[in-house]
């Protein structure tokens, strides 16, 4: 009931913030619309996590795969877009349900930014990656059965982190939602996109039966 | 400016952030943005000041620049690309943007300088402690990791396994240590969780320590914001800092708004230097 409530709450609250956007402020505010916007559709996974989430170990492992995700981030920083944090955040997902997928993948955003810098772009990063990480846990029993769908969901992925972070480029250099700069930001960045594809391929690949058959064994083990 | 109360300095970094981002009027957003650079050069070491410059002033023009490229409103073109006009208004506001853009991704720079992990913590830690609980973890587990990380590849060392020069086998043994290191933390952070049920983690009655205070300085740091802020919020809702860059860029007016948001974004500076001064002062009476 008090999740149904949450969600009640934040439903009305986005439209809101965009037409009182819009009616307050010239439509060149889009960008920080949109930064509300972003922030405020991550409140409900927040408030779902902290009201049904009870068990102590979960939530110290998540912890634990937030960390290594950071870590992963950081030893790969002189590679850029090269990096393990969409693996970890699907495989997180995979294992433990769409609600912990997306807490990794948020707070992998915050965390990592602590070391990279914060900035307007955070509420995005966290957005991208944590809706990558509850959609996962939303297919995670195709996504453990089968390589294929596995690798098409990384490229997948790592094109829509690529597409959402590009909307935040356009709106930041031009207060508005401009059609023909973001395509060319799309076009722009396409060996971005095919760098998070490809290593989230990769790291998919290499992690998803070691680590998955700890985090199997680890489930079994003490009965998570 | 560090030792305040976070809640007070969470409070004046989102009020700057906010009314620069979202007021459209040059003389806020510039009075944001020299707060913004001095703030930025007291806070950072000396040794990362020419970066920083060589970063955010390119960033200044290409920002700048690029929006009459894409932009074609406005009423005075200057000249014509391609066939599509380049006006005047569009350049102009491609500077206020940047100006806006800059500005706050300098905020966000002294945010991170002054608002460490632990204020964070103690500002989230009531409101959603579960969740706050995650990212305290999380941010311990890193450090702990790395030097984890550094115990199995001295022991994997010690047993001889990483002496071979070849890179598929160095590969190989980075690769050994960081999945021993994944299992490490996975076991790990079920005995954490284990210690924490054992010691009453979740049980009724516990309190939290900080070792923030709310003291007199925060009170007056809170007094000077909440008025500077007031008049400044008063002159953009009684409409005296409208200002609009299309179709023709309009005509300043002067109002008690930008004195107010003038020093309210250079608070910081002042209290900084204001420091800085006291301590020449006790050290000349040595």
């Known amino acids: ?224 | 400016m560090k030792n305040y109360n976070p809640f007070v300095l969470m409070f004046y970094f989102l009020a700057v952030v906010i009314i620069s981002a979202f007021s459209e009027n040059p003389v806020l957003q510039i009075s944001a943005l020299l707060g913004g650079i001095l703030f930025c050069a007291i806070v950072t070491k000396s040794s990362e000041t020419a970066g920083n410059i060589g970063f955010y002033v390119p960033m200044f023009f290409i920002i700048a620049v690029t929006n009459p490229l894409f932009s074609h409103n406005g009423a005075t073109p200057l000249f014509f690309l391609n066939g599509n006009p380049v006006t005047l208004e569009a350049f102009v506001y491609g500077g206020a943007i940047a100006v806006m853009a800059i500005g706050v991704m300098l905020w966000c720079k002294c945010y991170s300088e002054i608002m460490t992990t632990d204020k964070f913590l103690y500002i989230f830690g009531k409101t959603v402690p579960k969740l706050s609980l995650v990212l305290s973890m999380a941010l311990k587990f890193i450090p702990m990791y790395k030097q984890q990380t550094r115990r199995v590849s001295r022991a994997q060392k010690a047993m001889g396994l990483y002496s071979s020069k070849s890179v598929t086998d160095k590969i190989r043994s980075h690769a050994r240590v960081f999945m021993a290191m994944v299992s490490w933390s996975l076991e790990n952070s079920i005995e954490t969780s284990s210690s924490m049920k054992a010691r009453g983690y979740g049980l009724k009655g516990r309190t939290n320590f900080a070792l923030f205070k709310f003291g007199a300085d925060d009170l007056i740091l809170l007094a000077v914001i909440v008025i500077l802020l007031g008049v400044t919020v008063f002159g953009i809702i009684t409409g005296e800092t409208r200002f609009y860059y299309y179709p023709r860029i309009s005509t300043l007016k002067f109002s008690a708004a930008y004195i107010a948001f003038g020093f309210f974004s250079l608070l910081p500076f002042i209290i900084e230097a204001k420091e800085a001064i006291k301590w020449r002062y006790y050290v000349s009476k040595i």
């Open chain 1, 1 to 224: 009931m008090k999740k149904r409530l949450s969600y009640f709450i934040i439903f009305p609250i986005i439209p809101a913030v965009v037409i009182a956007g819009a009616v307050l402020f010239s439509e060149k505010m889009y960008a920080w619309i949109s930064l509300c916007v972003v922030f405020l559709s991550c409140i409900p996974f927040f408030l779902a996590f902290e009201k049904r989430e009870t068990s102590v170990r979960r939530l110290v492992l998540i912890a634990a795969m937030t960390a290594l995700s950071v870590i992963g981030r950081i030893i790969f920083t002189p590679l850029p877009g090269f990096k393990p944090v969409t693996a970890f955040v699907v495989l997180t997902a995979m294992y433990f349900g769409p609600q912990a997928g997306f807490m990794t993948g948020a707070l992998s955003a915050v965390i990592s930014n602590f070391y990279f810098g914060q900035g307007p772009w955070t509420p995005f990063q966290m957005f991208s990656w944590g809706i990558i990480g509850f959609i996962a846990g939303l297919l995670s029993g195709q996504l453990k059965k089968n390589k294929v769908i596995l690798c098409i969901y990384a490229v997948f992925s790592g094109v829509m982190y690529s597409m959402l972070m590009d909307i935040w480029t356009v709106l930041w250099a031009d207060g508005y939602f401009n059609i023909s700069r973001y395509l060319m930001a799309v076009v722009s960045a396409v060996q971005f996109t095919i760098i998070y594809a490809v290593s989230n391929v990769v790291f998919l690949l290499l992690f998803s039966k070691p680590i998955g058959k700890m985090l199997d064994r680890i489930k079994e083990k003490y009965n998570l």
